[in-house]
């Protein structure tokens, strides 16, 4: 089953690289796009600071699912060092990609489900928008399990996904709160809700700066999850 889970994965990411979905529905160059990467880094470098990972200095972060290595790039911020910053990303041509985007980080084409780390090597492992991909409970439990091998003691998961069905997209499926512990339960949840509906996020126009603020403090208009996921001996 986990084979052809994969094989599916594999086709539904290669669909959205054909399309330019990058450069089109997800293009930065769109302000409702832009708010909601601005709203989801702000949340994360709370949470950094909240529970004593940032600055970062030495420690080791890996973005499973790095996307175009944007959001690992990110992490420099927060005084992570290149050198200690890895990616992950499923299909060839895109790890590549994301490689000649940012060369000096570690960016490399591999599988979430069989991760070529050392046990509890990583302080911290991100997972965007990588388990709603996911389908298989089986497949999503693998993967789970095998980000928990490579966690140190104290490390944590930043997580960013979706909680709410998206009914325009077959190829995704929310995680609740609940699902998460079960995936996650050794691990302690600290979880907020963002993210305004991203096809009304899209479409404010040059409203965007002013109503998306506003229609965010609709709790059912905030399609996802962001937060940190801790592991014991912090």
């Known amino acids: 089953m986990n084979s052809n889970e994969w094989e599916r994965i594999q086709q539904v ?9 990058g450069g089109t529905r997800w293009s930065a160059s769109n302000a409702g796009n832009r708010l909601i990467g601005a709203e989801r880094q702000a949340l994360a470098g709370q949470l950094l600071n909240k529970y004593g990972f940032a600055p970062l200095g030495e420690r080791r972060v890996l973005d499973i699912g790095c996307g175009n ?17 890895y990616g992950l990303k499923l299909l060839p041509q895109r790890a590549a990609a994301a490689h000649s985007r940012y060369p000096d980080l570690h960016i490399m084409q591999g599988n979430a489900a069989m991760l070529g780390f050392d046990t509890g090597v990583f ?21 789970a399990t ?3 091998r490579i966690l140190k003691p104290g490390g944590a998961i930043i997580w960013y996904d979706l909680r709410i069905p998206n009914p325009g ?7 609740g709160r609940k ?6 339960p050794s691990l302690t949840l600290d979880l907020q809700a963002t993210t305004l509906l991203p096809p009304l ?12 603020p506003r229609l965010s403090r609709l709790g059912w ?14």
């Open 13 to 21: 990411y290669q669909g959205y690289s054909d399309a330019n979905l």
């Open 69 to 85: 290595g944007d959001v690992l790039a990110s992490f420099c911020q927060w005084g992570a060092q290149p050198k200690h910053l």
């Open 123 to 143: 302080d911290l492992i991100l997972f965007f928008t990588v388990f709603s991909s996911v389908l298989n409970d089986d497949l999503r439990q693998t993967i």
């Open 146 to 148: 095998e980000a928990l």
């Open 169 to 175: 997209n077959a190829n995704v499926k929310p995680l």
């Open 179 to 184: 699902e998460l512990q079960s995936l996650f």
């Open 201 to 212: 996020a899209r479409r404010l126009g040059k409203a965007t700066e002013l109503l998306y």
């Open 221 to 234: 208009l905030r399609t996802h999850y962001v937060g940190l996921l801790t592991a014991a001996g912090r």
